[in-house]
């Protein structure tokens, strides 16, 4: 089945430093990979939707300059919290699909973010 | 876009006993129902999905029912056993390429024993 590999599963990172977060898509190509954000006890909140060789298009209220998303292949995208702060602190996971349907969306297994 | 409201935000039941979650979309192009469960710091898990074409769908104690004129979907557990406690998200979707779940809030369902 579908599986996307999402790392890291922790990091702590001081305020002021940038993080990365990594989805791979293993045995299929991600033509869309959607990113989510969730507080805890919170929902999903869509951040970003990108798709492979286009820039992402950002939700409402989701600072592009802070959190770039590059999605340069159809087996790759990235996340990366930029000068990142405590407030950034949250657990944040990606979900892709393929462009041919029934469309179906593989979660990433999440990442845990402390800015400290 | 999209909006999901979803209720209750707690529940709880005596195991054996029945578990009803609403949710209702804004949306009527969205035609992709899925019903998650998610444990603290897992991803989500899909239990049940039902599409537009369908009102009903059941796997085993598990089932959804899908009203589109009123534009609400429920999700159902029957005999509800104490490892069913877990958050329960609903979402909805175009389904088509490029469009993304959009989620409910969530139900933290507790099963006592």
């Known amino acids: 089945g579908a599986v996307v590999s999402q790392h890291p599963s922790r990091v702590i990172c001081k305020s002021g430093t940038s993080v990365k977060i990594e989805c791979r898509s293993l045995d299929f190509q991600a033509t869309t990979m959607f990113w989510y954000r969730q507080f805890p006890k919170k929902s999903l909140m869509l951040m970003a939707t990108?798709?492979?060789?286009?820039?992402?298009?950002?939700e409402q209220g989701v600072e592009k300059d802070k959190f770039l998303i590059n999605h340069a292949s159809l087996t790759l995208s990235t996340l990366t919290v930029t000068s990142a702060h405590p407030e950034d602190s949250s657990f944040y996971i990606c979900?892709?699909?393929?462009?041919?349907?029934?469309?179906?969306?593989?979660f990433g297994s999440g990442t845990r973010l402390t800015v400290v | 876009g999209e909006n999901v409201e979803q209720h209750p935000s707690t529940l709880s039941v005596q195991e054996g006993d029945s578990a009803v979650i609403k949710c209702t979309y804004s949306d009527s192009a969205s035609n992709y129902f899925p019903w998650y469960k998610q444990e603290l710091g897992k991803r989500p898990q899909l239990i049940i999905d039902i599409r537009s074409n369908v009102g009903e769908k059941k796997d085993q104690r598990i089932a959804v029912t899908l009203n589109k004129t009123a534009k609400h979907f429920s999700l159902h557990i029957t005999e509800t056993q104490p490892e069913d406690s877990a958050v329960y998200f609903c979402a909805a979707s175009l389904n088509q390429a490029g469009t993304a779940l959009i989620f409910g809030k969530g139900t933290t369902l507790s099963v006592s024993s």
């Open positions: 990108s798709n492979e060789g286009s820039k992402a298009t950002y």
């Open positions: 979900s892709a699909s393929k462009g041919q349907g029934p469309y179906g969306y593989t």
